[in-house]
């Protein structure tokens, strides 16, 4: 288990530019050693670096050579996961593009102590005083372990950017005693906390649709390569704003099993875009970016974290989850007469309603081999208690969620 921290350190000139020099020689190698994988059809480290590490040798003389090792790794993952994409149909060229890099480094190539980095360069070795996040401090007094294996990337204005990977041994998963289930859509998640069903927005799907409209406003009738351009995109964080709200989320969900020793249940997501889970989309590129950010990537967080804790997650078949009634295991229809938006549908049998949500939380928990997770039908009908996005990042824990939502409706 891994995990990666980002230190900003400002440098002198000398000392950027040699790992400057260090930084567009890596790439030369890494272009050369992605083609000479395309062009002998593998992704093999061994082959890629048998294959160029003699002419890399004679082309970069004075770069240690274990920059040629870690390019042609780098090289390496690149063409594999290029690989995965294609198969997957979610290349959109036909050759990967190495647009970002990071160089690569192994424990030859760096050494860390607390109040100094060094890092190898072209005949010699730079030495770099960070100043440690608290996020650093976390982990280094957390049981987790410095990796032998960092990156680090130039930035604008003498500042290089270091990536420390932490590495800790994951524990193992308990028996679980009781199931909380996951439901992932596209602008919320809904959870089942102690029986009672709760949803909580995410609004990925507006969030990432409000910044697809900025993103345009900035680039429509300008090249991506202008400067304003460049710097205006980057200003947006897109990324950094919903692994925000991903984190923050699977940090609740995770919290709240550990603590009941629950296992957390959650859907197998199939592995094409599903095209009723993204409605109303046109754009494949934009509605892969909502699905992954939506669902997968939702869902690596949640898993990622459960790891970090030893929760157990019980992923299970999506089908059908949404409509079969939990109490009849008949169909439940939704039109767009009942309701609002479809959320609610009908049993065909008992004839009761069912929030769509809660619906699928239920037959989750079944699903995972709970029988007993079947809900009185008097409570279908309603919707969930609905927390805003605001509200629930703010707050400790599910149980501190569902306390406060009590209180509001004892209220009135
Ligand atoms: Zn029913």
């Known amino acids: 288990m891994d995990r990666t921290v980002k230190l900003r350190v400002r440098v002198d000139y000398a000392t950027y530019s040699a790992l400057k020099e260090v930084e567009e020689e890596y790439r030369e190698v890494l272009e050369d050693a992605v083609s000479y994988g395309l062009a002998n059809r593998t992704t093999s480290f061994t082959r890629i670096r048998a294959g160029v590490y003699m002419t890399e040798r004679e082309k970069h003389k004075d770069l240690p050579s274990h920059y040629i090792y870690t390019a042609c790794e780098d090289a390496s993952e690149r063409l594999s996961s290029f690989e995965k994409m294609k198969r997957k149909g979610r290349a959109f060229t036909d050759k990967p593009t190495i647009k970002k890099v990071t160089v690569h480094l192994d424990d030859h190539l760096w050494k860390f102590s607390l109040d100094s980095i060094s890092i190898s360069i072209k005949r010699g070795k730079v030495f770099i005083s960070p100043t440690l996040p608290k996020l650093f401090w976390k982990y280094y007094n957390g049981g987790w372990t410095i990796a032998s294996e960092a990156r680090f990337k130039s930035l604008k204005g003498n500042v290089v950017e270091l990536y420390i990977v932490f590495r800790k041994d994951e524990p193992k998963p308990y028996e679980p005693k009781a199931f909380i289930p996951v439901d992932l859509n596209e602008n919320s998640v809904s959870v089942l906390v102690d029986g009672n069903p709760i949803l909580l927005e995410t609004n990925i799907k507006k969030i990432t649709l409000g910044y697809e409209y900025r993103r345009r406003a900035i680039t429509t009738g300008r090249s991506t390569k202008d400067r304003d351009v460049r710097s205006g995109l980057r200003r947006l964080r897109e990324g950094d704003r919903k692994a925000d709200i991903r984190w923050k989320l699977a940090n609740l969900i995770v919290k709240a099993a550990l603590e009941g020793r629950s296992a957390i249940v959650l859907e197998n997501l199939p592995r094409n875009t599903p095209e009723k889970m993204i ?134």
Not at 328 to 349: D, F, L, M, W
Not at 403 to 408: G, P
């Open 279 to 412: 409605k109303g989309i046109r754009d494949p590129q934009l509605r892969l970016r909502i699905y992954r950010s939506a669902f997968s990537s939702m869902k690596n967080a949640i898993i990622e974290k459960a790891r970090e804790y030893g929760v157990p997650v019980i992923p299970v078949n999506p089908a059908y989850t949404s409509s079969t009634c939990p109490i009849h295991n008949c169909r439940i229809t939704y039109s767009p007469n009942v309701g609002s938006a479809q959320r609610v549908g009908k049993c065909e049998k008992g004839g009761e309603l069912w929030h769509r949500d809660v619906v699928a939380l239920y037959n989750l928990v079944r699903k995972a081999g709970d029988g007993r997770a079947v809900p009185l039908p008097s409570t279908g009908p309603h919707d969930p208690p609905t927390v805003k996005l605001g509200r629930w990042l703010r707050a400790k824990s599910l149980h501190s969620i569902m306390n406060e939502h009590k209180m509001i409706e004892m209220k009135v």
